[in-house]
């Protein structure tokens, strides 16, 4: 069991968390690019209500974060899925592996963790779908919010001034030119995402949103993986020990459970058939050598 990784129920648990991590970030959307900037500003042009311009609209942004926490629905059923497969797998070759005399016992083992994995996912998938519904109201209590939206507007601001620089005509031995055709470019940037407009708060917004999901995603990740491990996990042991503790008052299941399979008897018979032989001929190749 030390060496077969596929026997430790934690380790195989760890992968499926890592893939369900991984299907998440699968579902961020493209905040940086044009299009979704402009699809934004059409929504917030959409959902205005009574904000001022040049305020966020905070209807746009509860509505498109409740749409992307949706798409978190899936990766919750299979992780769920997962991890049950990986339970009852992970049973079932500990069972073959330590009790391979009885098939009897492997086969009640077997239907026990089956059923007690059914119960405790139906009470982890409760707790999931709290966890989704509470993502779905934006909400945080995280410091480094803040600094999300900083860095991101950092990032934006140096991609802005490596793209002037890229687009420049001058060369650097007229440095006054190519200062003044930097200075243009980069005025041109900002009124273009600090102005009063639709494309401007879309801008501003779209990091703020890219900000908000990347601190939303940890945290449903976090605490969906600690859902599971708790609900499912964590009660696997003492759920299979209850269940199975259930049969020592009938004895004829238990003489069933402890009977030895038909196929291991005879092994046995068979080999305790052939000591015996080789016994008999050691005896007689003994008596042979004392009397020569």
Same mark, same amino acid.
């Given at each position: 069991?030390?060496?077969?990784?596929?026997?430790?129920?934690? %380790?195989?648990?760890?992968?499926?968390?890592? @893939?369900? /991590?991984?299907?998440?970030?699968?579902?961020?959307?493209?905040?940086?690019?044009?299009?979704?900037?402009?699809?934004?500003?059409?929504?917030?042009?959409?959902?205005?209500?009574?904000?001022?311009?040049?305020?966020?609209? =905070?209807?746009?942004?509860?509505?498109?974060?409740?749409?992307?926490?949706?798409? !978190?629905?899936?990766?919750?059923?299979?992780?769920?899925?997962?991890?049950?497969?990986?339970?009852?797998?992970?049973?079932?070759?500990?069972?073959?592996?330590?009790?391979?005399?009885?098939?009897?016992?492997?086969? %009640?083992?077997?239907?026990?963790?089956?059923?007690?994995?059914?119960? =405790?996912?139906?009470?982890?998938?409760?707790?999931? /779908?709290?966890?989704?519904?509470?993502?779905?109201?934006?909400?945080?209590?995280?410091?480094?919010?803040?600094?999300?939206?900083?860095?991101?507007?950092?990032?934006?601001?140096?991609?802005?001034?490596?793209?002037?620089? @890229?687009?420049?005509?001058?060369?650097?031995?007229? !440095?006054?030119?190519?200062?003044?055709?930097?200075?243009?470019?980069?005025?041109?940037?900002?009124?273009?995402?600090?102005?009063?407009?639709?494309?401007? =708060?879309?801008?501003?917004?779209?990091?703020?949103?890219?900000?908000?999901?990347?601190?939303?995603?940890?945290?449903?990740?976090?605490?969906?993986?600690?859902?599971?491990?708790?609900?499912?996990?964590?009660?696997?042991?003492?759920?299979?020990?209850?269940?199975?503790?259930?049969?020592?008052?009938?004895?004829?299941?238990?003489?069933?459970?402890?009977? @030895?399979?038909?196929?291991?008897?005879?092994?046995?018979?068979?080999?305790?058939?052939?000591?015996?032989?080789?016994?008999?001929?050691?005896?007689?190749?003994?008596?042979?050598?004392?009397?020569?």
């Amino acid at each position: 069991m030390v060496r077969n990784a596929e026997l430790r129920l934690f %380790a195989q648990a760890v992968l499926k968390f890592e @893939e369900f /991590q991984q299907q998440v970030q699968e579902t961020a959307p493209k905040f940086r690019e044009d299009e979704y900037v402009d699809a934004l500003a059409l929504q917030i042009e959409e959902f205005r209500g009574r904000e001022l311009p040049g305020f966020m609209s =905070s209807q746009a942004f509860y509505m498109c974060m409740s749409q992307y926490v949706d798409r !978190w629905q899936e990766p919750i059923t299979a992780l769920v899925t997962e991890v049950r497969n990986v339970a009852l797998d992970v049973a079932v070759g500990l069972s073959s592996t330590l009790l391979q005399p009885y098939p009897s016992l492997q086969q %009640a083992i077997r239907e026990v963790v089956a059923t007690v994995l059914d119960d =405790s996912i139906r009470h982890a998938q409760d707790h999931l /779908q709290d966890q989704l519904s509470r993502e779905k109201d934006p909400f945080t209590l995280n410091d480094f919010l803040q600094q999300w939206v900083n860095k991101l507007r950092y990032d934006r601001f140096s991609t802005a001034v490596e793209r002037a620089f @890229e687009d420049a005509k001058h060369p650097p031995s007229n !440095w006054g030119a190519l200062k003044d055709e930097i200075y243009m470019s980069m005025r041109q940037w900002y009124r273009s995402t600090h102005a009063i407009s639709a494309k401007a =708060s879309a801008q501003e917004m779209a990091g703020i949103m890219e900000a908000y999901w990347n601190l939303s995603a940890k945290r449903f990740v976090d605490n969906c993986c600690m859902t599971v491990d708790k609900d499912i996990l964590g009660t696997l042991p003492d759920a299979i020990q209850d269940q199975m503790f259930q049969f020592i008052k009938e004895d004829d299941r238990l003489k069933l459970f402890f009977t @030895e399979s038909p196929e291991l008897v005879a092994k046995k018979q068979d080999l305790d058939s052939k000591r015996e032989r080789l016994s008999r001929a050691a005896e007689k190749l003994a008596a042979i050598a004392s009397v020569a």
